[in-house]
């Protein structure tokens, strides 16, 4: 009996020019797994995921304004506006959070896609873009805070996002399996 290929998950963060991070995560799905997925279906299994990847300590909050990712289901450490499409991606525009710098609350999304392939697969995509973190402080980041952000928060959300392709893969097909993270270039960039 074969051993069964790895799930990939295609990966990349970096830091922009503007220092702003940009993170984009993507797996393919076979079309009998992914049919009738949305990036609406996406981001709701995103959110139920949170809560479940981090133990209940992030809970992402549903209001009439957006989303909210608390700490304990108090502190804000992002929020977002309410999705909005944007071409075929479903976008959460970024406007505050403990975790964002003041005077960029106001840039960076988090964006679902899912597009049919030519060889009929599904790909779905998470893509964190624009983000400016408080760790960072500014536009000129010191090498201190460029590797605490590197070791907290870009090394939790890679994490976050590889796991939970991993989870779906694993709840629409009931398949358990390794992963296999691949470095993509889709921006320029330092690596984060």
Do not use: N
């Not at 890679?158 to 470095?183: C, K, N, P, S």
């Amino acid at each position: 009996m074969s051993a069964k290929a790895p799930l990939q998950i295609a990966c990349q963060q970096v830091l922009q020019e503007d220092s702003s991070v940009f993170s984009i995560q993507w797996t393919d799905l076979p079309l009998e797994l992914a049919k009738g997925m949305t990036p609406q279906r996406l981001l709701e299994a995103y959110l139920r995921a949170i809560r479940r990847m981090t133990w209940g300590l992030i809970r992402p909050k549903e209001t009439d304004d957006g989303v909210a990712f608390c700490l304990l289901g108090r502190l804000a450490l992002l929020r977002f506006l309410r999705p909005e499409p944007e071409g075929d991606w479903l976008a959460l525009r970024i406007c505050g959070g403990l975790l964002v710098q003041r005077d960029q609350c106001d840039r960076g999304e988090l964006a679902f896609r899912c597009e049919q392939l030519p060889d009929g697969q599904i790909r779905v995509t998470l893509r964190l873009s624009d983000y400016c973190p408080l760790l960072l402080g500014s536009q000129r980041p010191s090498v201190v805070r460029r590797w605490l952000y590197r070791l907290t928060q870009a090394t939790l959300h890679r994490l976050v996002t590889i796991r939970f392709l991993a989870l779906l893969y694993r709840e629409l097909g009931g398949i358990d399996g390794t992963v296999e993270t691949i470095q993509v270039q889709v921006r320029s960039g330092r690596d984060t």
